[in-house]
């Protein structure tokens, strides 16, 4: 085992001494010699190349005669081995000033490293002229590398404004923005030539006016003109775009801008409501409260009703979205139509909701919303409605006929005057000339499901007032499921639902003391009236 040890160290020693001893001899047989040189300092890589990058051309201009300006070259190994620069050549009236690193030997450039030629040019008159700077290396695809000069020749300048992006913001659907794009020619002794290179659309952008049918603008120096860019965004959605701007001859320049817009709803119209009853004027815009009292038409109009744009409402829609139970009640008037009424047929809320159109067709955002609020202002309130399953229409004039009473402590029912129900709708109990303290029956349903409802806006202190409800017929539909409510200075402090009750029969349903305002409930149904 030692003496193979020794053997391989051997090889390795006499491998070293060749390459050595040969080291001249890589170039001819075509091997680079950087890759054997400092390979402590230098970031080989055995399949890569060294490539020289520098400025297209140096340009001097507007020089008087023996005036001088200096440029500066920048040239760069953007390969991936180190760039050898073996010499600069210069053609014309121009002067380079050899880097202090270059003392005629190569100049070496690390992969990513730079190095900077400056070139003057004094001159000679006012006429153009031209030259050429050479750098001469081991790059494979550019042994020598060129770099044009120029001095005194006429060139355009192109700026444009905006130079990166053109925001249209926010523009609504189906509406148009025009924005423009400033082209200025900031040469003082050449044309500019310019002309669109590139458009993209993104279904909303457009060239309009001059600038859809010229190919390309003529500006004279230090004068400006413009390419005006129009935005129709048909979605609700971010568009987006660019227009490259290409400057001609061998100094072109370009300049992209970007194209950017939102297409956004067009502002709603608003729809307003305004609200009557008896008791008081009420404006939802968008919402509001509006008092009402049972039996009562309330009415509406929505002629207040604004476009954003000032312009007219062209469409109405009314929708009744919220009833008390118990009632099957409908907006009075066609709801497409600016004013419309309502029956509030019981006690309880009533919601009404009115969305609206302008000319060009956009509907109201969110609606208009009137709650009506259907309150007694009795001291007792009484409601009686009723379910027959087997009438199918209560809508009809045929359906059943169930009555409400309301029997004063010194009577009896179904008898004149201290039971008030169909035959005895305004009894007097009290005053003869105050009708505050007599009630009354506000409605007497005979064809199918109600309402009744009996009133007394004054109770007599010390008295115990029942409730009742009288088959009076059926008309052959059969059974009904009838419900009492009793509100006292209106609010609901009563309610007795869906009480199975036949044809002829009496329901004592509940007795109200007054003033403590204690409600007994009674529930009993018997055979006709009661003695």
Known sequence: MPLLKISKFAGLVAVALFLAACYGCFDEVGIERDLFEERDMYPYDFDGQPAIDGPEYLLFVDLATGEYQEKVATVENIGRTVLFIDDFLVDGP???EVPSSFDGAEQRLKPGETLDLRVGYT????????GMLTVLSNDPEQPEFPIELWANVEVPCMEVSPSSILNFGEVEQGESATRRIYVTNCASNADLVAEIADFFDDQGFELVGSAEEESALVIAPGTTKTLAVQFSPQQIRRYEGEITLESQGIFGEETTVSLRGDGVAPPCPQAVINGFSDQQTS??????????????????????????????????????????????????????????ELYLELSGTYVVELHVWDQQGTRSCEPARMTVEAVSNDAIHLQLVWDTPTDPNPFNNSGTDLDLHFLHQNGSWNSAPWDCHWLNMNPVWGDAN??????????????????????????????????????????????????????????????????????????????????????????????GFPP
């Open 94 to 96: 121009f002067d380079l």
């Open 123 to 130: 001159a000679l008159d006012e006429e153009p002229r031209q």
């Open 434 to 527: 105050n009708d505050d303290m007599n009630p009354r029956l506000d409605i007497d349903k005979v064809d199918g499901w109600g309402p009744e409802n009996i009133n007394l806006l004054i109770p007599e202190d010390g008295v115990r007032y029942s409730v009742g409800v009288h088959y009076f017929s059926d008309h052959g539909y059969g059974p009904s499921y009838a419900t009492v409510r009793i509100f006292l200075n209106g609010e609901l402090e009563f309610e007795l639902a869906d009480r199975h009750i036949e044809d002829r029969e009496f329901w004592h349903v509940a007795d109200i003391d007054w003033p403590s305002q204690a409600i007994t409930v009674r529930d009993q149904i018997t055979d």
């Open 283 to 340: 404006t939802a815009n968008p919402t509001a409260t509006l008092q009402g009292i049972p039996l009562e038409i309330v009415h509406f109009s929505a002629e207040d009703s604004f476009a954003a744009d000032g312009g007219p409402i062209e469409a109405y829609e009314w929708t009744l979205v919220e009833t008390p139970s118990d009632t099957l009640v409908e907006l009075g008037l066609p709801a497409d139509g600016p004013i419309n």
